[in-house]
């Protein structure tokens, strides 16, 4: 009979074991903003359907200090996911070919978040116009 | 013991057994084929060989050049008709190993490239950049898995083959896991275990390239031939051996000594060239160049490094960055790593170290052993293309073409061949698992394998070295036989079943023994000097009236070998002078000019 | 030797692709959309106070363009999460399998459903 | 040796499963030149102090793919990783992670091995050709679609990265997927449809969450979790135009 006895060792607590792993988890840890300003943005959708009254007090909810500092680190925390998010795409997008060459990833991430920051800036930019 | 019924057993996964396993397969899908490999096929050697594949590919070149550059680069030890089936065969196998998905590198329009290789007249050398041996093996070993007739034995170690009436019928390996043994019962063996250069210190040779298959051939009486003709590649890394393919030199790098010259135009290789010449210089045969770095020592002129010892250099810094990575990408990153520099800015500190073994198991130009049912392919076997000294890159087209005919030939004789007595081969696999159990079980030893092992290395290396002498070579006949007496003397430390590394590497040791002496007492035997058997004890000279011979070791039973000479097989190349540089180009002329 | 076993085809393309339309939006809109909704209205930053008026908002809610984009960032942002953090629990040791599923993407549909009745519900 | 010899302590986690219940750790101390790689440390070991000591090599040129390791927790090829990087520290060496423990730095690949074989590595021609023919013209943008993915030296080290495969052994993984990929993107094969199956199967590319840690390891730049990734683009249009393809994708 076989003396194999193959020894499986626990994964318990993998994730704190590497710094690489670590990183992993914090960019994988912004989905709970990400969700938690998605319901905040929901519960000023159902006082908007609520009537005036009620935006109004969401409004004011959104001007108390709590909210402002909820809200500053909800912009750190999806900053973060968009920063990880493009730095990820050479490894998760296909290789892009321009001439025939193929791009560098340090190109195809630069081009990422080049194109994030032109997309806030026009999001605020149409902000802005449809405010005045 | 576990048994398995097979038609044809491959002992051996790397280039040359997969290529069999495939043809096998190819030839009946019925029969069924066992490929042992004591590790997985892919980290076979095969992996290591960077270089590349000769094969003839350019319209300029011809069959007939590639069957003269081999057979001169032999020093006509070759066999001529084996040589020539070989350069046909060459083109269509690398061919085939296209069509399987090879990696080969490409011309701009798409085509198969060719690169410029020691000792060949046109550049005829299949690449796939530097990692050659690593695509074919890689093509061979994933293309195997589309055979259901192929049943592999991976990471099993095979300890001996079986004979009865006559014929060899199996093999008995022990799976490397478990430490429990499996006689495996077949109509044909094929023997492919690679090299032995291991009984050298310094070598380019993975730890695997022990010799097994030879020693357990030669056990059953056959012949180990031309076992004196050892290889030293030029190009090695020093204290590791690691290779430097010659693919550096076939690209344009520089060998110079302590003085920045460019010594091998002192060597009849000359004259100097700045690009690189086919058979000129840099190009010149390994035997060679290794035989030139001697002499640059002697004379002083090598490079003395603390710590690396005598060294020249390998240039390539005039290749350019740029050049050096996308045609030597492997070489790049071990210069880097290993050595930590770089190529484009310095040169590379390089001495020749052993790298591949002519000689092997003997078969005729069908690869079948003397014993019926026995065929042997690949490095461990000795079919006669190499002759004295194997040009680069014809090895790795051996192992397909004749891992080709091998693996027909086994079917075969598989198809035609009458059963076995299986009650009778069991009890002889049965008798080899208790003398191969008594190793490891035995107590009371006292020599450590790692340092028998040692003593054997060191004196492979003094005594059968680029040149020899009378007195060292007999010091290292002596040195084995005593070895080989305190072999009985071992101990090893781990009694344990599962992955029981040390039992094995004392088995190998075992089998190394054996492949050194038939090394060491063939050499000693030929009086002359001939491709890499070089001597400078008054035999400088080839002697073609006493020595065009094959050297054939047979095994004795606790006593040194028994040398026989074998007639060598001569067609249409009579020997003549070898010769290279500009007066191998005169020569050439002159043999083409006395033809017309 | 080639055996090909029958597999089981994954569901996962489904989740996959919120998820992945979700991060990418995320990363796009959703800093400044946070800066905008949490920092800069409230505080009347660079934007005028007004910006988030009752009136404006119900016609931007109300509006085809608005409505769309208002329910793709929170079912989306949603669906986003959901994915994730069903994942992280899994990673971290936290095999509470299905209820874990149906608590993560349970709450994203819900989301995702009461913001479409409410949108629905606005008008056009 | 000279006198002058640096020590460098070495804590290897031994297992033996025929008399430890589970691996334990110890130090040797082994004397080191610079030239020395951290599987020459185990050699050594082997060599001098205890024979029992289990590990697999052979090329010693990071090319076969057997030395993988764990070198203070990272995924290594030993013989490419050297002493003194890590003296005058004690280095750690561990059999590689998420796979079963044979003995000390041995683990059990079958599993790995069952995955290369399922993936159909090997060309399924597009259109058949005989060697008289000649090889395939392959054009240059064509040999670069699927190059990187060829040089994978099955080190396994992907695998030891992967904390996803350690959760689910049946993941098909980064070496394995990066194989497939490797076929599918060669232009002689035209098998990519068979092999599409196991991509978008439970066992398939789904699996990773794109932790990306197998490419930082991977000693040959294969890029493997690349491939994975790529397929999952594949497997998704896969499943979403299924029902719009006259084949209807794969089943
Ligand atoms: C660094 C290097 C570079 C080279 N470059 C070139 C080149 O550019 N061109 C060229 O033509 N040649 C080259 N060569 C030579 C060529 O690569 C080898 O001669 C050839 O690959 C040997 O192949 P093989 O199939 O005979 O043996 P291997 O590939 O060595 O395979 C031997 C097989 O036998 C198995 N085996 C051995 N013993 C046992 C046992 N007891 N039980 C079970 N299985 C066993 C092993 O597991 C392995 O699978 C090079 C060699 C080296 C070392
Ligand atoms: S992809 Fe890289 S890390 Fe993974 S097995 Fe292949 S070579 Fe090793
Ligand atoms: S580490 Fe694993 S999770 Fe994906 S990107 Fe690599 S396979
Ligand atoms: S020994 Fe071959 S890869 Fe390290």
Known sequence: ?132 | MEIFKADVVIVGGGGAGLRAAIAVAECDPKLKIALVSKVYPMRSHTVAAEGGAAGVKKPTDSFEYHFHDTVGGGDWLCEQDVVEYFVEQAPLELTQLEHWGCPWSRTEDGHVNVRAFGGMKIERTWFAADKSGFHILHTLFQTSIKYPSIKRFDEHFCVDILEEDGRCQGAVVIEMGTGEFTMIEAKSVIIATGGAGRVFRESTLGGIVTGDGMALAYRHGVALRDMEFVQYHPTCMPVTGLLFTEACRGEGGYLVNKDGYRYLQDYGLGPLQDKPKNKYMELGPRDRLSQAFFFEQQKGRTIEHPTLGSVVHLDLRHLGEAYLRERLPLIYEMAETFMGLDPAKDPIPVRPGVHYTMGGIKTDGKCAASLKGLYAIGECSSVGIHGANRLGSNSLTELLVFGKVAGVEAAKNAKSAAPGNSAALLKQAQAVEQRVMALKTKTGGSERISVIRKEMTQSMEDGCGIYRMEKTMQATCDKLAELRERFKNISIDDKSSVWNTDWLTAIELDYQLDVAQAMAHSAINRKESRGAHQRLDGYEQRDDVNFLKHSEAYYVAGAAPRIALGDVKITKSQPAARVYGAAGEKADQERKASHV | MSTMKVRKRSNAPIFWGLFGAGGMLAALFGPMLVFITGIAVPLALLLPADTMSYPKMLAFAQNFIGKAFIFAIIALFMWHAAHRIYHSLHEIGIHAGMFAKLLCYGSALVCTVISAVVLLGLGF | MSESQKIIEIEVLRYNPESDKEPHREVYKVPFSDDMSVLQGAQYIKDNFDGSLTFRWSCRMAICGSCGMMINGIPKLSCETFLRDYYPNRISIEAMAHFPIEKDLVVDLSGFIEKLESIQPYIIPREARTLEQGEYIQSPAQFNEYIQFTSCINCTLCYAACPQFGLNPDFIGPAAMALLHRYNMDSRDGGAEQRMQLVTSEEGVFNCSAVGYCSEVCPKHVDPGNAVNINKINAAKDYFLRFLSPKGGSK
Do not use: C, D
Not at chain 1, 72 to 94: D, E
Not at chain 1, 99 to 112: A, C, D, H, I, M
């Open chain 1, 1 to 132: 009979m076989s003396k194999r006895r193959p020894y499986v060792r626990p994964m318990g607590g993998w994730w704190k074991k590497n710094p690489f792993f670590v990183e992993y988890m914090v960019h994988e840890g912004t989905a709970l903003f990400v969700a938690a300003y998605a319901v905040t943005l929901l519960v000023g959708l159902v006082r908007l359907g609520q009537g005036e009254a009620a935006w109004n007090g969401w409004l004011e909810a959104m001007k108390s200090p709590l909210s402002i500092v909820f809200h500053l680190v909800l912009l750190v925390a999806i900053a973060y996911h968009a920063i990880t998010w493009f730095k990820l795409f050479p490894l998760t997008m296909p290789p892009m070919v321009v001439n025939g060459k193929r791009l560098e990833p340090n190109v195809v991430v630069g081009g990422g978040w080049t194109a994030a920051v032109v997309v806030a800036l026009g999001l605020l930019a149409v902000v802005w116009r449809i405010a005045q």
